[in-house]
């Protein structure tokens, strides 16, 4: 679409794996020129099998296709100084410079924040980091579930202390929440930029991602608690707020924060005008000091009734609650398909293939989505754009500078 809102903004994004290079399709979405720097063999999460998405999938590789949709991709050795020298043209033209690669790699490369910001005072210079920055972990390898789920404390929240092993990890869950904080510190680092002139260094780690996902656990914590996942159906106070469980073995999720706000017209939703005045339940005290009770018949009612017969009911009551809902049913929700939480990149070929949009609207709509370059794709195009002529570029070729 025209007059996106990063319209006119180059990044050149030297990364590999999710959590960057998801920052990088981010800003893509928006209008960003993203050239993806890869190296002559290519991004090894391009060859990644996993949960029928990625290499091991019969077409399109969704997992790549998520994490670099919009770019164009150029294949540099940066092993060879006349790689070095290409890139250092392309920095030139560069406004962002986003990289995961760590800290001891790119002094070796003569690319570490000290040297290209001097080099380029203009350049916002953004990192993704396992760890972060400094520190006695800053050059060890970080991905999403070492940084952010072990060492970062969410599988140890998540994981009831009953569990002999820690629960299991969804996909990148670190990767692309960090992706987006890191997009946001680009973009803020950007507005700077063009109000002064002035590049910045911006730095997220996997790390501080789960302590500020975890902040209401971190804050018990400094207050003195040990938070710890719930056991059981957790340690609730309020009867309603929690899970019930349906006639047909599926759940609701009631939020009625405001107990006593919600209690009568729940009752009387329910038919249950006798417990309004229950001496056991009448305000959110009483139900807190008799909440086995309570509990107990709520499981009782809910159990009356299928799935589909609560969101029937419930949704004559102006209060917050929600189904629990599986994966699957997420591509057919209503209010996914009303707000495009989905969209479809189209092929030149007439074939499309779906991608979830993202978090991120501007002006109520979503990003529209592009394909995901080849490996090496743009070479030649990026190459000629910053004066290589083709004489030079096929040089370049034959000594293996470039794809």
Same mark, same amino acid.
């Given at each position: 679409?025209?007059?996106?809102?990063?319209?006119?903004?180059?990044?050149?994004?030297?990364?590999?794996?999710?959590?960057?290079?998801?920052?990088?399709?981010?800003?893509?979405?928006?209008?960003?020129?993203?050239?993806?720097?890869?190296?002559? @063999?290519?991004?090894?999460?391009? $060859?990644?099998?996993?949960?029928?998405?990625?290499?091991?999938?019969?077409?399109?590789?969704?997992?790549?296709?998520?994490?670099?949709?919009?770019?164009?991709?150029?294949?540099?050795?940066?092993?060879?100084?006349?790689?070095?020298?290409?890139?250092?043209?392309?920095? =030139?033209?560069?406004?962002?410079?986003?990289? $995961?690669? /760590? *800290?001891?790699?790119?002094?070796?490369?003569?690319?570490?924040?000290?040297?290209?910001?001097?080099?380029?005072?203009?350049?916002?210079?953004?990192?993704? %980091?396992? &760890?972060?920055?400094?520190?006695? @972990?800053?050059?060890?390898?970080?991905?999403?579930?070492?940084?952010?789920?072990?060492?970062?404390?969410?599988?140890?929240?998540?994981?009831?202390? =009953?569990?002999?092993?820690?629960?299991?990890?969804?996909?990148?869950?670190?990767? /692309?929440?960090?992706?987006?904080?890191?997009?946001?510190?680009?973009?803020?680092?950007?507005?700077?930029?063009?109000?002064?002139?002035?590049?910045?260094?911006?730095?997220?780690?996997?790390?501080?991602?789960?302590?500020?996902?975890?902040?209401?656990?971190?804050?018990?914590?400094?207050?003195?608690?040990? +938070?710890?996942?719930?056991?059981?159906?957790?340690?609730?106070?309020?009867?309603?707020?929690?899970?019930?469980?349906?006639?047909?073995?599926? %759940?609701?999720?009631?939020? &009625?924060?405001?107990?006593? /706000?919600?209690?009568?017209?729940?009752?009387?939703?329910?038919? /249950?005008?006798?417990?309004?005045?229950? *001496?056991?339940?009448?305000?959110?005290?009483?139900?807190?000091? %008799?909440?086995?009770?309570?509990?107990?018949?709520?499981?009782?009612? &809910?159990?009356?009734?299928? &799935?589909?017969?609560?969101?029937?009911?419930?949704?004559?009551?102006?209060?917050?609650?929600?189904?629990?809902?599986?994966?699957?049913?997420?591509?057919?929700?209503?209010?996914?398909?009303?707000?495009?939480?989905?969209?479809?990149?189209?092929?030149?070929?007439?074939?499309?293939?779906?991608? +979830?949009?993202?978090?991120?609207?501007?002006?109520?709509?979503? +990003?529209?989505?592009?394909?995901? +370059? =080849?490996?090496?794709? %743009?070479?030649?195009?990026?190459?000629?754009?910053?004066?290589?002529?083709?004489?030079?570029?096929?040089?370049?070729?034959?000594?293996?500078?470039?794809?």
């Amino acid at each position: 679409m025209d007059d996106e809102a990063l319209d006119g903004v180059r990044v050149v994004e030297l990364a590999q794996w999710v959590f960057v290079p998801v920052t990088g399709a981010l800003l893509a979405d928006w209008g960003a020129d993203v050239v993806r720097v890869e190296r002559p @063999d290519g991004d090894p999460y391009r $060859n990644l099998a996993t949960q029928g998405i990625g290499s091991d999938s019969s077409g399109v590789n969704l997992s790549v296709a998520l994490a670099n949709r919009g770019k164009r991709s150029v294949s540099i050795d940066l092993h060879d100084e006349q790689g070095l020298e290409l890139l250092d043209r392309l920095l =030139e033209t560069a406004d962002v410079f986003l990289t $995961n690669l /760590r *800290p001891g790699a790119l002094r070796r490369l003569g690319l570490d924040a000290e040297t290209l910001t001097r080099r380029y005072p203009r350049l916002v210079y953004a990192s993704g %980091h396992g &760890f972060g920055a400094r520190g006695p @972990d800053a050059d060890k390898p970080g991905y999403d579930s070492s940084a952010f789920w072990a060492q970062g404390g969410v599988a140890h929240i998540l994981t009831p202390p =009953e569990r002999e092993h820690p629960i299991s990890q969804r996909g990148a869950m670190g990767d /692309r929440n960090g992706a987006m904080a890191l997009a946001f510190g680009i973009a803020t680092a950007l507005v700077r930029q063009q109000r002064s002139g002035r590049g910045a260094v911006v730095d997220v780690s996997l790390l501080a991602t789960a302590m500020w996902m975890l902040s209401s656990d971190v804050l018990s914590a400094l207050a003195g608690g040990t +938070p710890r996942a719930a056991t059981g159906r957790g340690s609730a106070v309020n009867p309603l707020v929690g899970a019930y469980r349906t006639k047909d073995g599926r %759940h609701i999720q009631l939020v &009625f924060l405001q107990a006593d /706000r919600y209690w009568a017209p729940f009752c009387r939703l329910l038919g /249950r005008d006798d417990l309004i005045e229950d *001496p056991r339940f009448v305000d959110m005290a009483a139900r807190r000091n %008799h909440l086995d009770a309570c509990v107990a018949e709520l499981d009782s009612e &809910f159990g009356n009734r299928t &799935f589909d017969e609560w969101k029937e009911l419930l949704a004559g009551l102006d209060a917050p609650w929600a189904p629990m809902q599986s994966v699957d049913e997420l591509l057919d929700d209503p209010q996914v398909l009303a707000n495009d939480y989905l969209g479809t990149v189209e092929l030149a070929d007439g074939r499309s293939y779906p991608l +979830p949009t993202g978090p991120v609207q501007i002006d109520r709509r979503p +990003p529209a989505l592009r394909r995901a +370059p =080849e490996h090496g794709e %743009h070479t030649e195009e990026i190459l000629l754009s910053l004066g290589y002529s083709w004489d030079q570029i096929g040089e370049l070729k034959d000594a293996g500078v470039v794809l």
